[in-house]
Nanobody, 123 residues
Framework: QVQLVESGGGLVQAGGSLSVSCAAS????????GAWFLQAPGKEREFAAAIIWIVSSTYYADSVEGRFTISRDYAKNTLYLQMNSLKPEDTAIYYC????????????????WGQGTQVTVSS
């Protein structure tokens, strides 16, 4: 089993920056892919970004490409999401997720989830 715990998030003005972190523990050797999903109020949880844990290749949804950066600290088993040029529509609960297989964008493909952290962007 893998446990994921997010931290960070909060309130920021539009155009600002914020970062969230996700500490992994347990059987972290099982992780091949780490990802961030976001769930806006009244909407489905959707893919934002993913990273291949060992080689650090990254993948982004069109909506965040160029504004968000996913990264990981291999030694610390920690996943990060740096968010720049934030927009009010980025307001959501941000979840980190992990899976033992290759990168996927469908949420039901992920085995492990954090509890989520709120990011609110004011206009």
């Amino acid at each position: 089993q893998v446990q994921l715990v997010e931290s960070g998030g909060g309130l920021v003005q539009a155009g600002g920056s914020l970062s969230v972190s996700c500490a992994a523990s347990g059987h972290t050797f099982n992780i091949n892919t780490g990802a961030w999903f976001l769930q806006a109020p009244g909407k489905e949880r959707e893919f934002a970004a993913a990273i291949i844990w060992i080689v650090s290749s990254t993948y982004y949804a069109d909506s965040v490409e160029g504004r968000f950066t996913i990264s990981r600290d291999y030694a610390k088993n920690t996943l990060y999401l740096q968010m720049n040029s934030l927009k009010p529509e980025d307001t959501a609960i941000y979840y980190c997720a992990a899976r033992s297989g290759p990168v996927r964008s469908a949420r039901n493909e992920y085995d492990y989830w954090g509890q989520g952290t709120q990011v609110t962007v004011s206009s």
